[in-house]
């Protein structure tokens, strides 16, 4: 014992590994047998020595077995020690290696298409307890690097909209980033389709491929470099080559390395994704055997067509999932949710409660979500007529497995005995939607009431806040007025534009929606644009030689006039309102474009003034000239 907690002192100081800690604990038990052993053979000596020469033997016997395990575990201690020795080591080199190439690094990020907001988040994973099958049978998939399914490379996992698809992935990506093997995540969104898009995807990965691994990050410098025309490149096949086949050659990390692509369907449009789909597929053959991609889809014919039945990927859809285990999970997801602040469940259910909404919900996670949603936020008085109402409402679902809900929740906000005070209410849910459908990125309430400050088309309407207020089981948003509004499933969006779905409330077009916003957003940024509008203590300076610029950014423009800068081009040509304010933005061009072009610069958005001004001038039937 005194030779073994000699070694141990002599560590004191040092930071113990979570292996150290193991054979600490079996030591510190050891001892304490040990001890146990010595107090009971001084207890009664009197005993002991009655009966010495019957005992001594198994005595002798025992404390040889108690050095034999003290020895034991000093070696372990001692292994453990060298083997994490080796490890720090190890990752001490490729620190090293990284310190080295931090100059060169530096240049990277600076490609102009990295989605910032694309990766997963982990208020999204799987309700603990949920879709244990499903996530071990894809775990088995990906850590499998050397077993039959050594030919596909690709988990593809379809399904229809709300049946958990984008909670398994982001579980997925949750799992494989704790065990530092998640490569990239990038997830698709049409609530944030100006970053969240097949354009952003191959740059995307490879950035965080080089952030993963420096042999990576050295062979994308060595293709890419200081060449800006291909770090700019849309093309989906210049950037697949360029930044992940001939880099991906290089690579030397070992065991899985995992990345996760979440709603393809939602990277645009049947026409934008063919090109994605090809490059895709043609990715395949270039990914060493070690790499392995969770993707998940609606399960679009193109999608289909293009993926499934390639020998590369193996598919699953969520309806080969058993339903006895989907109904569980939905029933355990449902008797979670329904509890009050302290966690105890609403005393005016009980288990065959949940059990009918479980059924109603026929394997959508998502009809459970909302459902959900709507008793918690209903008075503690009214929960019982909602959980009545939604498992008895007579809707029926048209395409849309998730129609039915949709139609009773808006409904029931604007139902009204009186007519016009409906068409009030119809058209309040609707400017309210209509905005954030055409929103490039998401906007919270805060930066919406600014823009209507900004407008002199509109003021803040107390009908908008009503109809914010009463849709937290559709958006986000609605509760904390900082975060942005977006709709909390994608199939909302799809809902809202598709006629034989929605009814009366059906977007047949956004163009109002756009004249909101370019009417805002013209207004603002001729407000916020001036000379020095960041106060720099001279104009000779470059950007790189401020101190503290992007605080000076943030204080000066606000999140909407940040928005206003950007996108003030893309609302004006797809408003109806081209003619009523060529003038105005003919003025604008003239004596503001330099300062538009400066905000462009602080705000490192230079890249979108080209896209911004063709679009105007086409709109606008040339008349600006622009480039001539």
């Known amino acids: 014992m005194i030779n073994v907690y000699s070694d141990i002192d002599m560590t004191a100081d040092l930071k113990k590994s979570k292996a150290q800690e193991k ?17 009971d053979y001084y207890k009664d000596r009197s005993k002991w020595q009655d009966a010495f020469k019957n005992i001594l033997p198994k005595t002798d016997t025992l404390i040889s077995k108690y050095e034999d395990q003290f020895n034991k575990l000093r070696d372990a201690l001692q292994c453990y020690t060298a083997i994490e020795t080796q490890f720090i080591v190890q990752r001490m080199f490729e620190k090293i290696e990284k310190v080295e190439n931090t100059m060169e690094n530096m240049a990277l990020p600076d490609m102009p298409y990295y989605a910032i907001g694309a990766r997963y988040q982990m208020g999204k994973r799987c309700l603990a307890g949920t879709r244990e099958d499903l996530l071990s049978k894809i775990r088995a998939y990906i850590d499998n690097v050397n077993g039959h399914h050594d030919a596909s490379r690709v988990f593809l996992l379809t399904g229809l909209s709300g049946t958990g698809k984008s909670s398994v992935a982001h579980s997925i990506a949750e799992h494989y980033d704790t065990l530092n093997r998640l490569g990239s995540s990038f997830c698709f969104n049409k609530n944030k389709l100006a970053t969240c898009n097949a354009e952003h995807l191959f740059s995307t990965i490879a950035l965080d491929l080089a952030q993963f691994d420096p042999s990576f990050g050295k062979a994308l410098i ?30 030397t990390f ?9 709603a393809l369907d939602e990277s645009g449009s049947v026409n934008s994704r063919a090109q994605l789909l090809e490059s895709f597929t043609a990715m395949l053959s270039h990914l060493p055997s070690n790499f392995r991609i969770l993707l998940t889809s609606r399960p679009e014919n193109d999608i289909v067509k293009a993926l499934v039945g390639n020998q590369r990927i193996h598919h699953l859809n969520m309806s080969d999932v058993s339903k006895e285990s989907t109904n569980n999970d939905i029933l355990t997801y449902i008797q979670s949710e329904l509890r009050d602040a302290k966690g105890i469940p609403y005393p005016v259910f009980q288990n065959q409660h949940y059990d009918i909404l479980a059924m109603k919900a026929e394997g959508l996670f998502q009809w459970a979500y909302i459902a959900c949603s709507v008793i918690r936020e209903s008075t503690p008085g009214g929960m019982f007529g909602e959980f009545t109402s939604l498992t008895s409402n007579t809707f029926k679902p048209n395409k849309g497995p998730l129609d039915d809900i949709y139609l009773y929740v808006l409904s029931a906000l604007v139902a009204s005995p009186n007519t016009s005070q409906k068409d009030r209410k119809v058209d309040a849910l609707k400017t309210l939607l209509g905005q954030v459908l055409v929103a490039f990125e998401p906007l919270s309430a805060d930066s919406l009431k600014e823009m209507y400050n900004m407008s002199p088309k509109s003021a803040w309407m107390d009908d908008f806040d009503w109809a914010l207020s009463k849709l937290g ?6 509760i904390d007025r900082s975060e942005p509004i977006q709709f909390i499933h994608t199939s909302f969006r799809d809902f809202l534009t598709n006629e034989p779905h929605s009814g009366e409330f059906y977007f047949e ?55 206003a800068i950007q996108y003030w081009g893309h609302h004006f040509v797809e408003s109806s309102l081209i003619a009523e304010l060529e003038s105005f933005v003919t003025m604008f061009l003239e004596t503001k474009l330099l300062f538009w072009l400066e905000a462009l610069s602080l705000l490192k958005l230079v890249n979108t003034a080209t896209t911004a001004l063709s679009a105007i001038n086409v709109s606008c039937k040339g008349i600006f000239h622009i480039g001539q």
């Open 23 to 39: 054979v600490f604990d079996s030591l510190s038990k050891q001892t304490l047998e040990c001890g146990y052993f010595i107090l």
């Open 222 to 251: 060595k293709y890419v470099g200081n060449k800006q025309s291909l770090r700019g490149a849309q093309d989906l096949k210049e950037q697949l080559k360029n930044f992940i086949c001939l880099p991906i050659q290089e690579l």
């Open 509 to 563: 077009n956004t163009t109002h929606s756009h004249e909101l916003f370019a009417w805002g957003t013209l207004h603002t940024i001729s407000k916020v644009l001036k000379f020095n509008m960041c106060d720099f203590p001279s104009s000779y300076c470059a950007n790189s030689d401020v101190s503290g610029l992007e605080k000076r950014v943030d204080i000066y423009f606000s999140v909407w006039s940040k928005y």
């Open 254 to 262: 070992v065991g899985p390395i995992v990345i996760v692509i979440d």
């Open 473 to 478: 089981a559709l958006l986000t948003g609605v």
